[in-house]
């Protein structure tokens, strides 16, 4: 069995890796060769957190595992550690034995990243230049930095909740050589793509604040309840996602379904464009909307690409198991 520690992930994971992992396994998802396990989450009476599992198997690719972890609210403050804390766990298909450990922090914020990151590859106008931030927190910073690499951005505005954070975003456009601007959400109207990765139970981002053609990438509505995006905005823009069973049940369409404005039909995997049975984008001024909730497969096909990457690099910690 091989262990690669949460230490080692930085110098082993490229964004390219972490795009063509998740890709791939949208794809494969969508050709029905790879499915999730039903996702358990449980806050567990200790430490006020939250701890759960999100599993599958990837038949093509020969992944088969789990993600352990969850969020500790106590563990900065109180222990020194991030308080989302998670490890993957990879298993040899063929006979059940465990393969590879894995830390799984860093990975999962390059696993969503890379996930509106296919969205907007497949989805957005191909003359796309200005890009849009709502949300300026811990995952937004690997979101936008995914991001730009799939267009060529002139110019990235930003909203936030908490408009102290913009900063964080503001440095990754410097970073990458563009323009900042702080705008309303009515600015937002300046955007060909806008991504929404906030923690945020109500919604900031009206169908008014959004122009003909945009790309929206909504990646922070994972769970019951939050909401970053009107239902109306839903209802209007045509909406993929990586797990239509998660999109109305944790997802951001979860609330235009509850209210009636669409059904699961209306919603298609973003696997189905990426292999071709669907053609994604049909006009200039269509609105796209992908609903990012995040499948365990993502954390598996990474994970496993760093298993890889580190076995080649000779960084793997092999164990007698
Ligand atoms: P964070 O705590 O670092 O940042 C939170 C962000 O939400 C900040 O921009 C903050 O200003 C904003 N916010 C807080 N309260 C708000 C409110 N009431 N209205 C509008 N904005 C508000 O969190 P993070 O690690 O960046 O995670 C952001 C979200 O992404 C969380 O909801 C998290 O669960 C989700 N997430 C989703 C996936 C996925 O696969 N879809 C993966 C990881 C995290």
């Given at each position: 069995?091989?262990?690669?520690p949460?230490?080692?992930?930085?110098?082993?994971?490229?964004?390219?890796?972490?795009?063509d992992?998740?890709?791939?396994?949208?794809a494969?998802?969508?050709?029905?060769?790879?499915?999730?396990?039903?996702?358990?989450?449980e806050?567990?009476?200790?430490?006020?957190?939250?701890?759960g599992?999100?599993?599958?198997?990837d038949r093509?690719g020969?992944?088969?595992?789990?993600?352990?972890?969850?969020y500790?609210p106590?563990?900065l403050?109180?222990?020194?550690?991030?308080?989302?804390?998670?490890t993957?766990f990879l298993?040899?298909?063929?006979t059940?034995?465990?393969?590879?450990?894995v830390?799984?922090n860093?990975?999962?914020?390059?696993?969503t990243?890379?996930?509106?990151?296919v969205?907007?590859?497949?989805?957005?106008r191909p003359?796309a230049r200005?890009?849009?931030?709502?949300?300026a927190?811990?995952?937004?910073?690997?979101?936008?930095?995914?991001?730009?690499?799939?267009?060529?951005?002139?110019?990235?505005?930003g909203?936030?909740y908490?408009?102290?954070?913009?900063?964080?975003i503001?440095?990754?456009?410097?970073e990458?050589?563009l323009?900042f601007?702080?705008?309303t959400?009515?600015?937002?109207?300046?955007?060909?793509?806008?991504?929404?990765?906030?923690?945020?139970?109500?919604?900031s981002?009206?169908?008014e604040?959004?122009?003909?053609?945009?790309h929206?990438?909504?990646?922070?509505t994972?769970?019951?309840g939050?909401?970053?995006?009107?239902?109306?905005?839903?209802?209007?823009?045509?909406?993929?996602t990586?797990e239509v069973?998660?999109?109305?049940?944790?997802g951001?369409?979860?609330?235009?379904?509850?209210?009636g404005l669409?059904?699961?039909?209306d919603?298609?995997?973003l696997?189905a464009?990426?292999?071709?049975?669907h053609a994604g984008?049909?006009?200039?001024t269509?609105?796209?909307?992908?609903?990012?909730?995040?499948v365990g497969?993502?954390?598996?096909?990474?994970?496993?690409k760093v298993?890889?990457?580190?076995?080649?690099?000779?960084?793997?910690?092999e164990?007698?198991?």
């Amino acid at each position: 069995m091989l262990l690669v520690p949460e230490r080692e992930i930085a110098n082993l994971m490229t964004l390219e890796a972490a795009f063509d992992a998740v890709e791939e396994v949208f794809a494969a998802m969508a050709a029905k060769d790879a499915y999730n396990f039903p996702v358990i989450r449980e806050a567990i009476g200790h430490e006020d957190a939250l701890y759960g599992f999100k599993g599958g198997f990837d038949r093509a690719g020969l992944t088969l595992g789990l993600k352990a972890g969850g969020y500790w609210p106590n563990n900065l403050e109180k222990f020194g550690h991030i308080n989302h804390q998670s490890t993957v766990f990879l298993f040899d298909p063929d006979t059940g034995m465990p393969s590879a450990m894995v830390g799984g922090n860093l990975l999962t914020a390059l696993r969503t990243a890379a996930a509106s990151s296919v969205s907007i590859k497949h989805l957005a106008r191909p003359d796309a230049r200005v890009i849009g931030m709502i949300g300026a927190g811990h995952q937004s910073t690997f979101q936008l930095r995914a991001a730009l690499e799939q267009r060529r951005f002139e110019k990235v505005i930003g909203w936030n909740y908490h408009p102290e954070m913009l900063p964080n975003i503001e440095k990754v456009a410097n970073e990458a050589g563009l323009p900042f601007e702080a705008v309303t959400l009515d600015g937002m109207q300046q955007a060909d793509v806008i991504i929404s990765i906030t923690s945020a139970f109500a919604p900031s981002l009206m169908a008014e604040h959004v122009s003909p053609g945009c790309h929206i990438a909504c990646m922070g509505t994972d769970t019951k309840g939050k909401q970053e995006v009107e239902a109306a905005l839903i209802a209007k823009g045509t909406v993929f996602t990586d797990e239509v069973a998660q999109s109305i049940s944790i997802g951001e369409a979860q609330h235009a379904v509850a209210d009636g404005l669409i059904t699961s039909n209306d919603i298609t995997e973003l696997g189905a464009v990426i292999n071709g049975t669907h053609a994604g984008r049909s006009s200039d001024t269509e609105i796209t909307i992908f609903d990012g909730t995040g499948v365990g497969l993502q954390d598996l096909s990474v994970a496993a690409k760093v298993v890889d990457l580190a076995q080649k690099r000779g960084i793997a910690i092999e164990v007698d198991f």
